[in-house]
Nanobody, 117 residues
């Protein structure tokens, strides 16, 4: 099992930036793809993007492509989500998750991002 803890959320004005971190612990983190997801009030959870263990394979949802960047530092067991040009519609609780096979069994508790207009 992998324990994941997100941080870095907060309140920012539209057009601003935030960087979220996802710190992992547990021996089974090695080799795992990590994804970012978000859920706004009253909406379904939305996939934001994912990064492979090597960092060579990164995929983004169309809604964030060109504005968000995912990176990772495996020496620190940390994955980052750099968010720029934030919009009010980016307001949500952001979660990171570790993939295992085709599923996402390990999740963090989430961090709130609020973008004011």
């Amino acid at each position: 099992q992998v324990q994941l803890v997100e941080s870095g959320g907060g309140l920012v004005q539209a057009g601003g930036s935030l960087r979220l971190s996802c710190a992992a612990s547990g021996r089974t983190f090695s080799g795992r793809t990590v994804g970012w997801f978000r859920q706004a009030p009253g909406k379904e959870r939305e996939f934001v993007g994912r990064i492979s263990w090597s960092g060579f394979s990164i995929y983004y949802a169309d809604s964030v492509k060109g504005r968000f960047t995912i990176s990772r530092d495996n020496a620190k067991n940390t994955v980052y989500l750099q968010m720029k040009s934030l919009k009010p519609e980016d307001t949500a609780v952001y979660h990171c998750a570790a993939q295992l096979g085709s599923s996402w069994p390990d999740w963090g508790q989430g961090t709130q991002v609020t973008v004011s207009s």
